[in-house]
């Protein structure tokens, strides 16, 4: 992988793991704790 490919990955990556917490935020504001603190939890993982 050259250095292009690692920054796009990196982007892709940080841009998921972004996703996850706006789902996450949309899961507890609507009352849904356990699955928000699951989808936090994995969050984590994907940077």
Same mark, same amino acid.
């Given at each position: 992988?050259? #250095?292009?490919?690692?920054?796009?990955?990196?982007k892709?990556?940080?841009?998921?793991?972004?996703? #996850?917490?706006?789902?996450?935020?949309? &899961?507890?504001?609507?009352?849904?704790?356990?699955?928000?603190v699951? #989808?936090?939890?994995?969050? &984590?993982?994907?940077?």
């Amino acid at each position: 992988m050259n #250095t292009e490919e690692k920054r796009e990955y990196a982007k892709y990556r940080i841009d998921s793991a972004f996703q #996850t917490y706006e789902a996450a935020k949309v &899961l507890s504001e609507n009352g849904f704790w356990n699955s928000a603190v699951n #989808t936090l939890y994995y969050s &984590l993982f994907m940077q």
